[in-house]
């Protein structure tokens, strides 16, 4: 039958276990020849990601610069994956220590699913940077211009979380539409983020976001003073 847990402190057994180990399973018998019959598992590898990521709007070119770091518990692995639009698989650029090989996998909806492979398998924390540049083409003065941001997604994650920045160069009015995103203020982002001043910022926590972002080119507006004026009179 199942020990009783107090007994067991009582008794000083537990005192003996290493204070890291966690409570075993425990019995109490009668009667003997007593036995217990165990089936052992070896515990899959189960992997968590951290993320952020910046993007860069300008007129002319949409800049994007993405950590990505995976938590790898349990049980070593060798294998990362990670997904991007499909237009951009000629254009990312991969950073990852330790990296034997990258692949693209399949594309499925608009994505492509990408394979890291690593020199050999490991447990812990593995930091992944992606980064890549987007010509923002077809932005006319005055008329808006959607953009769905081409954000990084980590795949055959077990949780997956992070922050996004947009930061924009030059007089470009932006409007943002978020989805599964919580907005945050500059300063409530990683110090990563905030190199610079920061447009927008958000913490993600499900894998399923999105932001979508109105872009509007102004012309700029002269003004001439009175005494221009006059001198032109």
């Not at 990521?53 to 990670?82: G, H, P």
Request: proline share 5%; hydrophobic share 40%; aromatic share 6%.
């Amino acid at each position: 039958a199942p020990a009783n847990v107090e007994r067991l402190f009582a008794g000083g057994l537990l005192s003996d276990l290493p204070k890291d180990l966690g409570l075993p399973l425990a019995y109490s018998y009668t009667q003997q020849p007593a036995s217990v019959k165990l089936e052992l598992e070896q515990r899959q590898t189960e992997i968590r990601v951290t993320g952020t990521q910046k993007f860069i709007v300008s007129e002319a070119l949409l800049d994007a610069q993405v950590t990505l770091t995976y938590y790898i518990d349990f049980a070593s692995s060798d294998k990362l994956r990670f997904s991007v639009p499909s237009s951009l698989d000629e254009k990312i650029h991969i950073d990852c220590a330790n990296l034997k090989e990258k692949k693209k996998e399949t594309a499925q909806e608009g994505r492509s699913i990408w394979e890291l492979q690593l020199q050999e398998k490991t447990l812990g924390a593995v930091t992944v940077g992606i980064t890549f540049k987007q010509e923002l083409a077809g932005l006319e003065p005055e008329k808006p211009m959607a953009l769905a941001l081409p954000l990084v997604r980590a795949e055959d994650a077990a949780a997956q979380q992070g922050h996004l920045a947009v930061l924009k160069d030059g007089s470009l009015e932006i409007a943002a539409k978020p989805e599964n995103l919580e907005v945050l203020d500059a300063a409530q982002l990683p110090a990563a983020l905030r190199e610079r001043q920061v447009y927008l910022g958000y913490q993600y926590i499900r894998p399923n976001y999105g932001l979508t972002l109105s872009l509007t080119r102004h012309i700029p507006v002269q003004i001439i003073s009175i005494e221009e004026e006059r001198s032109h009179a």
